[in-house]
């Protein structure tokens, strides 16, 4: 399944659904970094990060959830310098 954490494709900051999504199953999350114009065959680069241990958040906490959704957007926000997307 594929969530985008800031409720959108255009950026944003990290709703809280996302992590409370993975968080209940205990799901692994991979962040996954996106750069494209969003343009008919416009090239488009995917790049996906290691898995993401959430496991030391509680997702009946909307505190701790804030904090796994935060740490999701984060290990995008890191891809994204990483690989120079928007340069």
């Known amino acids: 399944i594929v ?3 800031e409720g959108t494709r255009g950026g ?3 709703k809280l659904g996302a992590a409370i ?3 209940k199953p205990g799901a ?3 962040p996954v970094a996106i750069q494209s114009t969003y343009r008919i065959f416009s090239p488009l680069r ?3 990060g290691e898995p993401l241990d959430l496991s030391s958040y509680n ?3 909307a505190d701790e959830g804030q ?4 740490a999701i957007m984060d290990a995008v926000e890191q891809l994204k310098q990483r690989y120079a997307f928007n340069k």
Do not use: C, E, M, Q
């Not at 904090?67 to 935060?70: L, R, S």
């Open 3 to 5: 969530i985008f954490p």
């Open 12 to 14: 944003g900051s990290a």
């Open 21 to 23: 999504h993975a968080l």
């Open 28 to 30: 692994t999350v991979i």
């Open 46 to 48: 995917i790049v996906y």
């Open 59 to 61: 997702s009946d906490n």
């Open 67 to 70: 904090k796994a959704a935060d």
